[in-house]
């Protein structure tokens, strides 16, 4: 990495000094020779990898391509979080690690959980620099560190904080975020949160691979960085937009959403039910793109649209059990008048129809069986997110004696979870 040190002018604060520093670190000089050593060793890390497929593909586009964050965010207005979720001993940790931080070279180590629980020391961490971060194990954070995260997915948010006497701090947050975590709770489940991340669900415990292991303990020496490094070092935004264009010429995007609405037989409108997916998905294939032209190794992202589809429905599928369960026991309860009350307000069902009418008014007694405070339209939102029959469930806000009301209306019997 050829830096002057002659325009002091430029190196002028010591977080400059430090980036300067890191960047030092973080590159090496490769042969030709050695590139393809390098690539070949690559391809077969890989091969080895135990994980699905695409959720390694997806991984390793969406850290490749994610130091161009505020790229994204200039031109799709996202560049979505990305989190690994689930099964204990799924190997979430160790393989994005190796992609987000020893790939990188520039942090010695990921951060814990327990710096995402305070939000301001989260704040510090996610204003550092635009290569990614993980955080591991995600778990009992402060609403304020989604929140945080949540906007630093969709703008660099240039708030300014002041300090003492007149300074003021600004901190751009714009880190690229990955995160793993056993369970995520609720953290991520609203529409809002769900529409800017990608999130992977682990099934599968992994087996213990000590040749997979040596592997990686080789490649993180070679500081991979340089290779990217090499192919992008005085990349503009027209060379982006170039990578984007290259990248969507080699996938039929529309062709991809048409086989995956004819799939649910016409019950799914992507950009409609799923808004942003389209642009994840292009950023997805940018950074495969990418990686093919700075590695040499392609990535065939098969299933990857599906997936980012199929996660999306996961994370809601529990909550619209939870939801049917309470109307379910609220019919219990209403023809059985003997039974202590469930409750307050009287869930309206049509037996015929088998049609719940859901009012503002029923989502107190939701409130106490579910442990959510949710208003009507949200609770609509999230619920058509876990369908797969979008036209099971309808809003409608019609005015009734002069009165606006809140109506979802639920047709029970045909509802259909996951896919
Ligand atoms: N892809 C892999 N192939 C082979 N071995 C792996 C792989 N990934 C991880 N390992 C090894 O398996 C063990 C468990 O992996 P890891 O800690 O990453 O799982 P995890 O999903 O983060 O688990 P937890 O939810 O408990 O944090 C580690 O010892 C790791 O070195
Ligand atoms: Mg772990």
Not at 22 to 38: A, L, N, P, V
Not at 208 to 221: T, V
Not at 297 to 306: G, Q, T, Y
Not at 327 to 353: G, T
Request: aromatic share 12%; charged share 35%; hydrophobic share 35%.
């Amino acid at each position: 990495m050829k830096m002057s040190r002659d325009y002091s002018i430029m190196w002028i604060t010591d977080e400059q000094r430090k980036v300067l520093k890191r960047g030092e670190k973080m590159y090496k000089k490769h042969s030709q020779k050695k590139k393809e050593e390098i690539t070949k060793k690559l391809i077969r890390f890989i091969k080895m990898t135990q994980m699905p497929r695409e959720y390694l593909d997806i991984l390793i586009s969406w850290s490749i391509i994610s130091p161009f964050k505020l790229y994204f965010i200039k031109k799709f207005g996202l560049f979505p979080v990305l989190i690994l979720e689930g099964e204990r001993n799924g190997g979430k940790s160790t393989t994005a690690n190796f992609w987000t931080t020893d790939f990188y070279g520039h942090y010695k180590e990921h951060c814990s959980g327990m710096t995402a629980s305070s939000w301001r020391r989260f704040e510090d961490m996610i204003t550092a620099s635009t290569f990614p971060r993980m955080i591991d194990d995600f778990e009992n954070v402060d609403k304020r560190t989604v929140n945080l995260i949540k906007e630093s997915c969709t703008s660099k948010s240039d708030w300014s904080r002041k300090t003492s006497g007149k300074d003021q701090l600004y901190k751009p947050k714009v880190t690229p975020l990955c995160i793993t975590s056993q369970d995520l709770g609720d953290n991520f489940s609203d529409t809002a949160n769900l529409s800017r991340a990608i999130i992977l669900d682990f099934k599968e415990s992994i087996k213990r691979d000590p040749e997979w292991m040596k592997l990686r303990d080789e490649l993180k020496k070679e500081k991979l960085f340089s290779l990217l490094y090499d192919y992008t070092k005085d990349w503009k935004d027209k060379d982006l937009d170039e990578l984007v264009k290259k990248a969507n010429e080699t996938i039929d995007i529309d062709k991809i959403i048409k086989r995956v609405e004819e799939n649910s037989r016409g019950m799914l409108n992507v950009d409609k039910h799923y808004p942003r997916i389209r642009e994840i998905y292009q950023i997805l294939t940018t950074g495969a793109y990418l990686f093919r032209e700075a590695f040499g190794i392609k990535l065939s992202l098969k299933n990857v649209f599906e997936t980012l589809v199929s996660s999306r429905r996961n994370v809601t599928e529990e909550f619209l059990t939870q939801f049917l369960a309470f109307c379910n026991m609220a019919k219990d309860y209403d023809v059985d008048y003997n039974r202590k009350k469930f409750l307050s307000i009287e869930l309206e069902w049509d037996i015929k129809k088998d049609i719940f009418y859901f009012t503002q008014a029923n989502l107190r007694d939701y409130k106490d069986f579910a442990n959510t405070k949710i208003k009507l339209k949200p609770l609509y939102d999230k619920l058509i997110e876990a369908l797969t029959d979008k036209t099971l469930i309808k809003y409608a806000n019609p005015r009734i004696e002069g009165r606006r009301q809140q109506w979802l209306m639920v047709i029970k019997d045909k509802l259909i979870i996951g896919s």
